[in-house]
């Protein structure tokens, strides 16, 4: 018999799914989804949340692939997953970003960048609004939103 998935156990690393949580469009999923995450994973990621509300204009987000997706236009720009000892915030198309952000994940496409936060402190606002600025004045990265 299948063992049922704990939703608060975290994978160690990038595996394809950052959690259980389910595939759905809108803010309240994405709400869910954070509010779901242990201590410190929850904190860092609504200091993420309310830093990309504050500096996009139009933000649209979604869960996918058990992550935190968030988009302007007509595509999906970064997304931020909580992992065991860490979150992870990651930049579709930022091989292109100034300065290029350091950790390049597996299984997230070749061009994907970010960083991974291991507490609030590791969070420096003033760059990752840049980068979010920067990867959102791309027309259509991430293609159509579904």
């Avoid at 509300?53 to 649209?60: D, K, Q, Y």
Wanted: contains cysteine.
């Amino acid at each position: 018999m299948p063992r049922k998935t704990d939703p608060f156990t975290l994978p160690e690393a990038m595996t394809g799914k950052a959690s259980p949580a389910k595939a759905a469009v809108g803010d309240k999923p994405v709400f869910a989804y954070i509010a779901s995450l242990p201590e410190p994973q929850r904190g860092i990621a609504e200091r993420v949340d309310a830093l990309a509300a504050r500096t996009l204009p139009g933000l649209e987000r979604s869960v996918k692939w058990g992550m935190a997706y968030y988009g302007v236009g007509d595509g999906w720009c970064f997304s931020c997953g909580g992992f065991a000892r860490h979150v992870k915030l990651m930049f579709i198309n930022g091989a292109a970003l100034t300065p290029v952000p350091p950790v390049t994940p597996v299984g997230m496409g070749k061009s994907t960048r970010g960083v991974e936060l291991e507490s609030v402190d590791d969070l420096d606002e003033r760059q990752v609004a840049a980068w979010m600025k920067q990867v959102a004045a791309v027309p259509g990265v991430g293609g159509r939103k579904r």
